[in-house]
């Protein structure tokens, strides 16, 4: 079981920039950025996998955002550039058992990833 809190949400303008930071508790697991706006379903963001660092990416963030992890310290980190109205939602990073892959799954249940963090609030409004 790991434990995850993200920060680093916040009001930004349209084009504008923002970094999401996840500290986890222990290493081990694939890693993944969801988020969530009002009356609509999770969806996935972005992911990392555990063994080698695989990431993956929804096209609608693809060439904006990039995923990295800092295994020194059990962050993982979400820059998130070029910053559109449309990204405003709560975002959550979360964590699954998958220590020996290298590529992850971008998908809430087929991922299997069972431990969630608080979330935090991106607004992007002019």
């Known amino acids: 079981q790991v434990h995850l809190v993200e920060s680093g949400g916040g009001l930004v303008q349209p084009g504008g920039s923002l970094r999401l930071s996840c500290a986890a508790s222990?290493?081990?697991?694939?890693i993944g950025w969801f988020r969530q706006a009002p009356g609509r379903e999770r969806e996935g963001v972005s992911c990392i996998a555990n063994n080698g660092g695989g990431t993956n990416y929804a096209d609608s963030v693809k060439g904006r955002f990039t995923i990295s992890r800092d295994r020194a310290d059990n962050m993982i980190y979400l820059q998130m550039d070029n910053l559109k109205s449309e990204d405003t939602a709560v975002y959550y990073c979360?964590?699954?058992?998958?220590?020996?892959?290298?590529?992850?799954?971008?998908?809430?249940?087929?991922?299997?990833?069972?431990?969630w963090g608080q979330g935090t609030q991106v607004t992007v409004s002019s």
């Open positions: 979360a964590a699954a058992w998958g220590s020996w892959t290298t590529t992850c799954i971008l998908d809430r249940e087929k991922g299997h990833y069972l431990n």
């Open positions: 222990s290493s081990g697991y694939v």
